[in-house]
């Protein structure tokens, strides 16, 4: 599936061919503890749940719309019940309008 990865460190999104399993997200995550909030359309933001009470050294802060500041790499799935994944619907120019580097 195609997933959107968001990069705050480097102020990049990047789109990425991964597994459709949660293993596979909490390994571009980075961390298996992964939480989501949804944007719209089933489309999710997925992220590392424990982002900000980790001890990490400079890793970045982004939101997506108006929902909470997240630490770290975020990736967008597509995900009606945050346990089946496929290719995100949101498109890259969308969800570039919609990202905001902290």
Do not use: W
Not at 9 to 29: F, W, Y
Not at 65 to 79: H, Q, R, W, Y
Request: hydrophobic share 40%.
């Amino acid at each position: 599936m195609q997933v959107f990865a968001i990069n705050p460190l480097t102020k990049e999104i990047h789109a990425v061919e991964i597994a459709d399993t949660k293993e596979a997200l909490q390994e571009l995550i980075g961390f298996s503890t992964i939480d989501s909030d949804e944007i719209d359309n089933g489309d999710r933001l997925f992220f590392d749940e424990e982002c900000f009470i980790r001890q990490q050294g400079n890793v970045g802060r982004f939101k997506v719309d108006s929902l909470a500041p997240v630490a770290g790499i975020g990736v967008i799935v597509n995900s009606q019940d945050g346990k089946t994944f496929q290719s995100a619907i949101i498109n890259a120019e969308e969800l570039l309008k919609r990202v905001t580097y902290l």
